[in-house]
């Protein structure tokens, strides 16, 4: 066992990702596209589906077969490998016990936790917690079988000259995704304990169709995700559900180790800043649908007690380590259409590390026709050192906010997410 995780962990040189994938030797940049939903590159991933479908309604007309499991999807062309729950093993339909359960565990390296729930029913707003992280988890389990079926089928964008280096990430993500499993099986098992769920998945689309593209969003999206995390223990203390306090930190570690190798990848330090990001439930629930759930495709996500911001496309979405004007666009209109006159009294800020939040210097603000509202603001690099992830968020009022938590009750747009190194 030690002597195969050195292989594997040996022999994943930096640059090989890098080197692998067939595409320009610049960092991954989704933005410059308008409009909103470019969080992650979603703008792109609007077209996938209806490539796949010949242009009908993403929701209705997914028509490719599932890459699960050993269930063959995909067209010739690699252009519809559009995943569909179950998976191959039923997934997330689990009995436990069951001979699947045993599968997904070999795979993951380890036992669904064992111990019995806490004696008393959590919060509910707690109860919130555990359904968002299902929610969350449903969605990573689609992207990386997705991803994992990507490589292993040769897609165009995901072609591995090495194989060696092939068969590292396909190990790895083959272990994260029934690790996912896990972290799902956890979360919908409390859930159904309480009688209160669990949490349905939902149909995705993915913002990617390069294996480079692809590790850079999943490093994004897990950012998001270990901040939330911390939003989730700090609800679960203040509510006095300490019980659950411990598998959460362990969930934190597992995805921080997977970031790490993530980062890796792309040629970055695995560890990136001293303090990772603060996030909240409300940024995840709001950039996990803005990015990846096709509309309407969730069975009951509106139990999940969380808003959903408007969207906010920070361009460039991956900076260089220096002070710079960033643009960041969101749409006034529909149920936004009242900002189409009062854009110019909102305020943008950002949250990087555990530092207070920033009320960004703003150059101009614009409206276009079409009701995009345009502002570039001043991303002061060097002032706070802001590598890693940065939430920025459009708010009523000019502040000051002492914290993320003030920030997200003031929030009309967001998450916007940027990351430096
Ligand atoms: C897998 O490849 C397809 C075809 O290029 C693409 O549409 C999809 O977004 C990719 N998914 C992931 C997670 O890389």
């Not at 610049?26 to 796949?52: E, K, L, M």
């Not at 006034?332 to 210097?361: E, H, M, R």
């Not at 079409?370 to 939430?391: D, E, H, R």
């Not at 002492?402 to 747009?413: E, G, M």
Request: charged share 15%; glycine share 10%; net charge negative.
């Amino acid at each position: 066992m030690y002597s195969r995780l050195a292989t594997i962990l040996g022999s994943l040189a930096i640059a090989s990702l890098v080197s692998a994938v067939p595409v320009e030797k610049r960092d991954i940049y989704f933005g410059n596209r308008g409009g909103h939903s470019q969080n992650w590159g979603s703008s792109a991933s609007v077209s996938a589906p209806a490539t796949a479908s010949g242009g009908g309604a993403p929701s209705q007309t997914y028509g490719g077969q599932p890459p699960s499991g050993s269930s063959a999807g995909g067209s010739s062309d690699g252009s519809t490998s559009i995943f569909k729950f179950p998976t191959s093993d039923g997934f997330p339909d689990i009995q436990n016990p069951s001979d699947a359960l045993t599968a997904i565990e070999q795979a993951a390296h380890g036992l669904l936790p064992n111990g019995p729930p806490p004696p008393s029913a959590p919060a509910a707003d707690d109860l919130t917690s555990l359904r968002l992280i299902a929610f969350n988890e449903l969605f990573e389990v689609a992207y990386f079988t997705e991803l994992l079926f990507n490589v292993t089928h040769n897609v165009a964008g995901y072609e591995y000259q090495d194989q060696g280096e092939r068969q590292n990430i396909i190990d790895a993500i083959t272990a994260v995704i029934a690790q996912e499993k896990e972290h799902l099986l956890n979360a919908n098992g409390a859930l159904a304990h309480f009688n209160a769920g669990p949490i349905e998945p939902c149909v995705y689309q993915s913002p990617v169709s390069d294996l480079k593209s692809a590790i850079s969003v999943a490093r994004t999206f897990t950012d998001v995700v270990l901040g939330t995390l911390g939003d989730v223990q700090t609800h679960f203390g203040q509510n006095g559900d300490v019980g659950l306090i411990r598998g959460v930190a362990a969930v934190i570690g597992q995805e921080g180790e997977q970031n790490g190798f993530y980062r890796s990848l792309l040629g970055l330090i695995p560890s990136a800043a001293p303090f990772l990001t603060a996030s909240t439930r409300e940024f995840a629930f709001s950039a996990l649908n803005q990015a990846f759930v096709v509309p309407g495709s969730c069975p009951n996500a509106n139990t999940i007690d969380l808003p959903i911001f408007g969207a906010l496309s920070p361009n460039p979405q991956f900076l260089d380590p220096k002070d710079q004007d960033v643009t960041f666009s969101f749409s006034a209109t529909g149920d936004y259409s009242k900002y189409a006159q009062s854009y110019k009294s909102l305020s943008l800020v950002f949250i990087n590390q555990q530092n207070v939040p920033v009320v960004a210097t703003i150059n101009s603000a614009s409206i276009d026709q079409s009701g995009t509202v345009t502002i570039s603001a001043k991303f002061p690099f060097s002032q706070f050192l802001m590598n890693g992830l940065t939430i920025a968020a459009v708010v009523d009022g000019s502040g000051p906010f002492n914290s993320i938590t003030d920030v997200v009750a003031a929030t009309k747009f967001g998450p916007g997410l940027i990351e430096v190194n």
